[in-house]
């Protein structure tokens, strides 16, 4: 006996008969069952039943006739409002399955427990006659085939309707179709459904979506272009409250691209098109006259270098070379030792009182670890850094006028002089604080730092406004820096403004330490590490034994230590990597500027709280690792001592490995703008990390709601965490199940952690305690600023 769900395909006709039999056959060529098909006549001619029972076979059949041509939409509701199945597809009566297709789909229903699938269609082109079905297929290709995006579904529906299937509850809380359209019904569906519930992409084709040649296709015709129009003006309007920036900027760009097609003709579009290809064409041309001209000058080259080699003078100088060769055989400390001689004979009186013996061994030391023969290519690569190991980088600092003397004339010495509370901020974007730690952490900082009255400039390195998080910058007092900007132009023209210049994060102070330093020429530069990245690295590779993650945690060591040796002081999130600094270079004045909490009055107490949860950005791999591992190795544990227990999953950018996770008992909520209701109502947060660094901004934020809080060794790191005091720690999946039991189930000890976690937070992190800490540490900042870094041996090491 069969025991698989019933499967409803709903099929709406209207005076195609020889299509519709042919969309039929595809469905009895399922190899799944069992399957029934509702079809909606939408007042076309008369069907022969007979023949489409015989065509069906076993599939059962709900033949429903319209009286009057009704329109898609409310055929689809009539079909909606008719099926049987706990799974309901669509198909149109000129569209045809594969046979295994309901098979695929019906799978991934039964392993992951979504509610929505869907899976790829080849788009057929067809010639001949549509009403016959029987055309030639003239062309064929993969439509559209893309992991879900609801930014993509709201610009473009690329998810075709015969390629979805929907758990029949979907329909419980979804009005069905709107029948106010015309057409594109399903893509306001699609748009409604995927606001509340995720789709899950099988990346297998299964079906065929046919296109007729000329006016057969409706699609195709100038009546159509204008419905089409209609359609989209609906589409915006009705969700107009969806669409952000970004995503309208793209609607634009697309916009255009149909405005081609539908009203100056295909005709047009392939003009557009050729256009584009001559010009590909000449750029192709021009390239090869480059190479052209790259290999003479190379032929020519390797003729002098001929000439050169064989003279006697060459013959001469060998001698010298393997002299040379013996005493400094490393590339990397014979260009340090033509550097020094270069900056000596240049200006004696410098080099001499500049590079004192500290100096020397401390950039020696540096410039070490940085040669380019310890870093694998493809580690650089994967750091996605645009700074290559042997060029670049060097020629950039080559170009830069080092202590340029037409500052001063340019700029008179009075504008030299500058105020002390100007600030420049950089990072990698605009704080995004709602979405991940290191961003509420910046726009804290941020915030207190224009309370304290300094006047701040900040510089996104994307160069990107993103809103409203830009404007809310504006709000209290920050100029921020966007759009069309050239970078090296404005630090040379404001760059002596700034009494400090604050780079965050390790690519981007790697990549503006020289401009900083070059043109910044009154400023205290602090680099902000965030985490040590090569601390998580290193961790990470250890609990995967990862050895491009161990070649990786290598290289962010040398950027992060060089960052650190060039700037005049260090911010770190902990106390803990802080020594972890010290310990590599003793000489580094390193500041703690941890996380910046806001302490929340706690609305409910334990008993009228349930269920379990954990937050994050998942675009931070740290936090995926740990859900992984939870969910694996912890939560069957919980489980089975509270069988009812939820384990709620909230964060921006969930993978598809966190989606797949979603059922009854996990639910992955994604980006959820307002937290606090998860916060109230959950019993325990979970941080089950197993590797990362700095202060683990999840914890601070729970422990500010007064959630008691059971997390790993890692996870205590840098905070003060003491177990059965403010927390619960533990390591081991069955000792961490058993602390989550233990604290889900005693009421006073769930009391004594939410209560010191509030007061913890409030002593140590809150907004008013940092503030006294910041002022201070720029207030001793100021006091130090007199004594400046010497920057000759930072000049030797722009080498590297």
């Known amino acids: 006996m069969n ?150 579904l709201l610009l473009d529906n690329y998810i075709p309707l015969m390629c979805l299937m929907f758990s029949k509850e979907v329909f419980n809380y979804s009005s069905g179709f709107d029948e106010s359209f015309d057409i594109y019904e399903d893509w306001d569906l699609l748009i409604r459904i995927a606001e509340k519930i995720p789709f899950y992409h099988v990346k297998e084709v299964t079906a065929d979506y046919i296109q007729w040649s000329g006016t057969q296709q409706v699609a195709h015709s100038p009546e159509f272009a204008v419905r089409a129009r209609i359609a989209h003006r609906q589409i915006i309007n009705k969700h107009k409250d969806k669409f952000t920036v970004d995503v309208i900027m793209d609607f634009i760009q697309l916009a255009r691209k149909m405005r081609l097609v539908y009203e100056n003709g295909a005709d047009a579009y392939i003009s557009t098109l050729e256009k584009i290809i001559k010009e590909k064409e000449i750029e192709i041309s021009n390239i090869k006259n480059s190479l052209t001209q790259s290999i003479n000058s190379l032929t020519q080259s390797i003729n002098t270098l001929e000439q ?45 009182t500049g590079l004192n013996k500290h100096n020397i061994g401390r950039f020696l030391k540096q410039y070490k670890i940085l040669e380019p023969e310890t870093i694998k290519s493809k580690v650089i690569r994967k750091t996605s850094l645009n700074i290559p190991s042997n060029s670049g980088y060097k020629e950039k600092l080559g170009d830069l006028n080092w202590y340029n003397p037409n500052i001063f004339h340019r700029n008179g010495y009075h504008e030299l002089i500058n105020e002390d509370n100007k600030v420049l901020v950089i990072d990698r974007f ?38 409203p998080y830009s404007s809310e910058l504006e709000s209290i007092g920050i100029k921020v820096l966007s759009g069309d900007l050239d970078i090296q132009k404005y630090f040379e023209e404001n760059g002596y403004i700034f009494s400090f210049v604050i780079i965050s994060r390790p690519e981007q102070t790697f990549k503006y330490l020289p401009l900083v330093r070059a043109y910044a020429i009154n400023s205290i530069i602090a680099y902000d590490t965030v985490d040590l990245h090569w601390l998580r690295f290193e961790r990470a590779a250890s609990v995967n034994n990862d050895r491009e993650l161990f070649e990786k945690a290598k290289y962010y060591k040398s950027m992060e230590l060089f960052n650190s040796s060039c700037s005049d002081v260090v911010f770190t999130v902990t106390k803990d990597e802080k020594d972890f600094l010290l310990n590599e270079e003793p000489s580094l004045h390193v500041e703690i500027l941890p996380n910046i909490h806001e302490i929340y009055r706690r609305k409910k107490g334990f008993k009228d709280r349930q269920d379990i949860m954990f937050i994050g950005s998942f675009l931070h791999q740290p936090n995926e690792d740990a859900v992984l591992f939870f969910v694996k190795e912890v939560f069957p544990f919980i489980k089975k001592e509270i069988p009812d227990i939820k384990f709620y999953v909230v964060g921006s950018d969930p993978l598809e490995s966190i989606l797949r996770l979603n059922s009854e008992s996990i639910k992955v909520t994604g980006y959820v703008k307002d937290v606090s209701p998860y916060f109230e109502n959950c019993r325990v947060f979970v941080a089950p990390l197993r590797y990362g660094a700095g202060m683990k901004g999840k914890i601070g934020q729970s422990m500010a709601y007064g959630l008691p809080v059971v997390t790993t060794t890692i996870g205590a790191e840098g905070i003060g965490l003491k177990n059965n005091v403010n927390s619960l720690i533990a390591d081991d999946p069955a000792e961490f199940a058993d602390a989550v039991i233990k604290l ?43 004594t400046k870094t010497d920057f000759s041996a930072f000049q030797y090491n722009r080498q590297f």
């Open 308 to 352: 050169i080699t064989n003279s006697r003078g060459w013959k001469i100088l060998s001698s010298y070379y393997k002299f040379r060769d013996k005493i400094f055989p490393n590339n990397t400390k014979r260009r340090l030792f033509y550097d020094l001689l270069m900056i000596a004979a240049s200006d004696p009186a410098k080099f001499v």
């Open 744 to 786: 889900y189930s005693d009421e006073q000890l769930w009391k004594t952690i939410s209560d010191n976690s509030i007061e913890h937070i409030k002593r140590n992190y809150s907004k008013e305690t940092l503030s006294r800490k910041i002022a201070e540490i720029f207030a001793s900042l100021k006091l130090s600023s007199n």
């Open 430 to 467: 605009v704080p995004t604080y709602d979405k991940d730690s290191g961003s509420l952490r910046m726009f804290s900082f941020l915030s207190i730092l224009s309370e304290l009255g300094y006047k701040i400039t900040f510089l996104p390195d994307d160069l990107q406004r993103i809103e």
């Open 3 to 152: 025991n698989n769900p019933l499967v409803s395909i709903i099929v709406r006709t209207k005076d195609r008969p020889q299509l519709l039999k042919k969309a039929l056959r595809s469905i009895s060529s399922q190899t799944y069952r069992p399957v029934e098909v509702v079809l909606v006549n939408d007042g076309g001619c008369d069907l022969n039943i007979d023949e489409i029972f015989e065509i069906l076979g076993d599939v059962s059949l709900n033949y429903i006739r319209l009286k009057e041509n009704t329109g898609r939409a409310h055929a689809g509701n009539v079909g909606l409002e008719n099926v049987k199945g706990d799974y309901i597809g669509f198909l149109d009566d000129d569209d045809e399955l594969y046979p295994e297709h309901l098979s695929v789909l019906t799978d991934v229903f039964k392993k992951y427990n979504f509610k929505v699938v869907y899976s790829d269609a080849n788009i057929v082109y067809h010639g001949n006659s549509i009403k016959g079905g029987d055309g030639e297929k003239v062309y064929k290709k993969v439509f559209s085939s893309k992991d879900f995006s609801y930014s993509d």
